[in-house]
């Protein structure tokens, strides 16, 4: 069959009612091709594939038996190069043979809707060398199957919408009987029983198409805490997580973000990334609660980075999760610290930084030693200066209510001011 045939037959399948038969579809575009084809969404789920020929690799035969692409073969195709060639052009990729995850040589092309990409073909390319002319065929077939995909997703945005509102209404405490909850979820596939928090992993720039591989990737190999939904917000990712055991589970929670952080970072060159989570609670109508605690954590985490870094849970916030009332109520009575006050005026007069020195001795819990490395200074300086400090401001170092109180503000003027 000649090349004009070939593409006068794909260009009258675009009016024809094959594509809301996507079974159909990878046959016939194999027809065109000349070699078995794979098609597949944008998360490398099956959606049609050709008959088989007696040269058919195992990673054909793992995608069509799991109805999506293996883990481990995904994983090699990023490493290799070919997913990053294919989300950065919609022309088609030639692809050498991976003998290490039994990949025979293929050609793929990615399907994309204005800026995103909806999905993928792979031709099935042993035995067969592709001509200018099939890469061509291969071109049109995209924007055969490209038509169906935007049908299909086109058909599944109400419910997408209504999925997307569900989860906000929870969020955001809209919805407050359990068993509506529990009863809404089930028309969704959610399993909300059991121990229950919100994680924002907050990436500190645009979440592009790539990222969102990479995380759907690494859902699947974190088995300590179960997704159970998700939302992109901005720059934010908002999971839902079940946790299986209540036992260690902040400690569980904590592991998770730190890998997840860590892993994210890795694969796709990032270093701004934070995590944080809420509470756990044993019941959905109290998620909202976790979300905005989840919120807190990373407010903290992006506003002061050197005391939250070791900090991923709500729980561990400790005496921080306070700060903002705190500030509200101070604010409100225009309240002053003494202590703050008289060594402000005194390190303006006397070009001294009798304050700095006060608030790395209270961020070293009072160590003497460890905040004098950290001001490069001899212990015997730091001591004198807290001799000082006490003098001028009249601090008792002894009383730890003292102590606590100008910490606070001291946290609260380096947070708000």
Known sequence: MNYEIRKKRLQ????????NFPEKLADFIADILGCPVTIEDANHQLISYSKHTDKTDQARIFTIIQRQVPDHVI????????????????EPVIIPAIPEIDLFNRVAISIWDYHHVIGFIWAHADG????????????????????YLVQYRSGNRTREKEYRDFLWNL?????????RILHMARRYALDLSGFLAIIIIDFGQEITDVLKQHVNH???????????????????LILLVRIKHKADSTVVLQDFIQIFVHEIGKKCYLDNIVGGSGFIYDSPEHLHYSYQQAKKVISLKRKLPHL??????????????????????????????????????????????????????????????????KMHVHPNTLNYRLKRIG????????????????YLDLLLKKWYT
């Not at 994983?75 to 919609?90: P, Q």
């Not at 067969?128 to 038509?147: C, H, P, R």
């Not at 401001?393 to 100008?406: E, G, L, Y």
Request: some cysteine.
């Open 171 to 179: 969020l955001l405490g809209g919805l407050k009987e359990e068993q």
């Open 308 to 373: 939250m870094q070791d900090i991923y849970t709500y729980q561990d916030l400790g005496i921080y999760q306070f700060l903002d009332d705190l500030y509200e109520i101070k604010l409100k009575e225009n309240y002053k610290n003494m202590v703050i006050e008289k060594l402000r005026e005194h390190d303006y007069k006397n070009h001294t930084e009798y304050l700095k020195t006060l608030r790395v001795y209270l961020d070293c819990d009072c160590n003497v030693y460890e905040a004098a490395k």
């Open 218 to 236: 690494l859902f699947k190999r974190l088995q300590e805490v179960y997704v159970a939904a998700y939302l992109y917000d901005e720059q934010q």
């Open 12 to 19: 009258e399948a675009m009016n024809s009612d094959l594509i």
């Open 128 to 147: 067969k060398t592709f001509s200018n002319q099939d890469l061509q065929l291969l071109k049109i077939a995209a924007e055969l199957v490209k038509k």
């Open 391 to 406: 003098e001028i401001s009249k601090i008792n170092f002894k009383d730890p209510k003292q102590k606590t109180a100008v």
């Open 75 to 90: 994983n090699v195709l990023w490493k290799s190069g070919v997913m990053k060639r294919l989300f950065e052009s919609d």
